[in-house]
């Protein structure tokens, strides 16, 4: 029993550096944050957050909002939460990759963001606009979902591929990185959960029968395989690319849920 309750504080304070880390958000009164294994608990995260969008989206279309302007706000939302630092990831990532192999690490550390960097800013909301406003009816159902593998792909990156920056400094997820087995454990949690909550809450016909397996394969294939081109392309990864894979697969995610899902 003690063991439990150990686990139990370990994995709370965790998810508490993880809130502050990850989020706007103040620290919690009573418990203390520890940075040391936050990506493990960053799918959590960002379900959290994603419900947060998903409660927006409800509250704006009971006073009768059009689409174009949920969809908006609820990305305003998701940027302001997190401070905005995964598409500033994102920028730096796409001016690196932009800048060729000579270059990319310079381009990276620049402070100044280069006009592929804008582009690619500007392409991806475009995109996410689109998925949102397709998915209508089904965008609160769509919203954690893309944000839970989103971040599920960072943990992919940690665990798959070097730190791009280690000769000069070290990261703080590879030096606490206890393995994937372990790390991905609170992930795997918490999706058994969200697909018990599916079965529970829906009759599993063949449709939704479907729709589930869609639902999990199509997040876990791009949470693999989007860190994996940007590792061939920079040689491996860093907290920029962790932010630039997050925002990449969480609207191809989108895109991909906003191709089956059709609004009643």
């Given at each position: 029993?003690?063991?439990?309750?150990?686990?139990?504080?370990?994995?709370?304070?965790d998810?508490?550096?993880?809130?502050v880390?990850?989020?706007?958000?103040?620290?919690?009164?009573?418990?203390?944050?520890?940075?040391?294994?936050?990506?493990?608990?960053?799918?959590?995260?960002?379900?959290?957050?994603?419900?947060?969008?998903?409660?927006?989206?409800?509250?704006?279309?009971?006073?009768?909002?059009?689409?174009?302007?949920?969809?908006?706000?609820?990305?305003?939302?998701?940027?302001?939460?997190?401070?905005?630092?995964?598409?500033?990831?994102?920028?730096?990532?796409?001016?690196?990759?932009?800048?060729g192999?000579?270059?990319?690490?310079?381009?990276?550390?620049?402070?100044?963001?280069?006009?592929?960097?804008?582009?690619?800013?500007?392409?991806?909301?475009?995109?996410?606009?689109?998925?949102?406003i397709?998915?209508?009816?089904y965008?609160?159902?769509?919203?954690?979902?893309?944000?839970?593998?989103?971040?599920?792909?960072?943990?992919?990156?940690?665990?798959?591929?070097?730190?791009?920056?280690?000769?000069?400094?070290?990261?703080?997820?590879?030096?606490?990185?206890?393995?994937?087995?372990?790390?991905?454990?609170?992930?795997?949690?918490?999706?058994?959960?969200?697909?018990?909550l599916?079965?529970?809450?829906?009759?599993?016909?063949?449709?939704?029968?479907?729709?589930?397996?869609?639902?999990?394969?199509?997040?876990?294939?791009?949470?693999?395989?989007?860190?994996?081109?940007?590792?061939?392309?920079?040689?491996?990864?860093?907290?920029?690319?962790?932010?630039?894979?997050?925002?990449?697969?969480?609207?191809?995610?989108?895109?991909?849920?906003?191709?089956?899902?059709?609004?009643?």
């Open positions: 029993m003690e063991v439990v309750i150990l686990i139990f504080k370990d994995w709370l304070s998810f508490a550096g993880a809130w880390f990850y989020t706007i958000f103040p620290q919690w009164p009573i418990i203390k944050p520890k940075f040391r294994r936050i990506a493990r608990f960053a799918p959590l995260v960002g379900v959290l957050i994603g419900f947060l969008q998903s409660f927006s989206w409800l509250l704006l279309r009971y006073f009768n909002w059009p689409n174009i302007s949920i969809a908006l706000i609820c990305i305003a939302l998701g940027i302001f939460i997190t401070g905005g630092i995964h598409f500033d990831g994102l920028m730096d990532t796409a001016d690196g990759i932009g800048a192999p000579s270059k990319r690490i310079q381009a990276m550390k620049d402070s100044r963001v280069g006009s592929i960097g804008v582009q690619s800013l500007v392409i991806i909301l475009i995109l996410q606009m689109a998925a949102i397709k998915l209508s009816f965008a609160p159902f769509a919203f954690p979902l893309a944000a839970f593998w989103g971040r599920i792909s960072q943990i992919f990156a940690i665990e798959n591929y070097e730190y791009l920056f280690k000769k000069e400094s070290s990261s703080i997820h590879h030096e606490n990185w206890k393995g994937l087995s372990k790390e991905i454990r609170p992930s795997l949690i918490i999706l058994s959960i969200a697909i018990s599916y079965l529970f809450l829906n009759s599993l016909n063949i449709f939704n029968a479907f729709l589930l397996i869609y639902c999990i394969l199509s997040g876990l294939i791009t949470s693999i395989l989007i860190p994996h081109f940007i590792n061939k392309s920079l040689g491996g990864h860093s907290g920029d690319t962790y932010g630039a894979t997050l925002v990449i697969t969480e609207t191809t995610n989108l895109l991909l849920l906003s191709i089956i899902l059709i609004p009643n």
